[in-house]
């Protein structure tokens, strides 16, 4: 099973400035890495895939980068309804694996 | 528009049943390889299950293995998860989820989620 390890596991930004979160992978999992934002009481919400696409509709202020064992998704200038919970998701093998989170809140 | 709606949670006893359900709309639902992700209270998501456009590949996460069963109605557009033998740790909230695409090899991430249906297992 790939372990994906997300640091970390909270963030403190205030508004405007950038959030810079990390995903690790315990084998390579090559591009094969997808982003998801979770706000209170909603659903999961697909970002970035491939690990830098970003998701129809998502804004350019959300890149991706990354591959191998090391990602990273940065908010560039953080607006409040950016402040969520963030998982990675892998799907280079079964089982599918998330990380445990990144909670982006506010400073 | 796409839609995924869940039902079917409540409260079980442990070692008891329950069956969810996931009404699809808005998409070619049998085209499509659709998931179960849970997320127990306060905690992050965990991948369940999931089935192929055909009903014919299922894959559990080891958690669930033996216990859960996922199928699919193509006739009525609808995910299943039969679960058995329940346990407090099932305790969750489970989501249906559609794959980004059809008729795409692996790339199994997903695009659009239901609001889920919250399953507690107590006594």
């Known amino acids: 099973e790939i372990l994906l390890t997300q640091s970390p596991a909270t963030l403190s930004v205030s508004p405007g400035e950038r959030a810079t979160l990390s995903c690790r992978a315990s084998?390579?999992?090559?591009?094969?890495l997808v982003w998801y934002q979770q706000t209170p009481g909603q659903a999961p919400r697909l970002l970035i895939s491939g690990a830098s696409t970003r998701a129809t509709g998502v804004p350019a202020r959300f890149t991706g980068s990354g591959s191998g064992t090391e990602f990273t998704l940065t908010i560039s200038s953080l607006q409040s309804e950016d402040f969520a919970v963030y998982y990675c998701q892998q799907y280079t093998s079964w089982p599918l694996t998330f990380g445990g989170g990144t909670r982006v809140e506010i400073k | 528009e796409v839609q995924l709606l869940e039902s079917g949670g409540g409260l079980a006893q442990p070692g008891g049943s329950l069956r969810l359900s996931c009404v699809a709309s808005g998409f070619t639902f049998n085209n499509h390889v659709m998931t179960w992700v849970r997320q127990a209270p306060g905690k992050g998501l965990e991948w369940v299950s999931t089935?192929?456009?055909?009903?014919?590949?299922?894959y559990y996460a080891d958690s669930v293995k033996g216990r859960f069963t996922i199928s699919r109605d193509d006739s009525k557009d609808t995910l299943y998860l039969q679960m058995n033998s329940l346990r407090g740790e099932d305790t969750a909230r489970y989501y249906c989820?559609?794959?980004?695409?059809?008729?795409?090899?692996?790339?199994?991430?997903?695009?659009?989620w239901g609001q889920g249906t919250l399953v507690t297992v107590s006594s």
């Open positions: 089935i192929d456009h055909r009903g014919g590949y299922t």
């Open positions: 989820a559609k794959k980004w695409a059809p008729n795409v090899s692996g790339q199994n991430y997903f695009d659009s």
């Open positions: 084998q390579t999992i090559y591009s094969n």
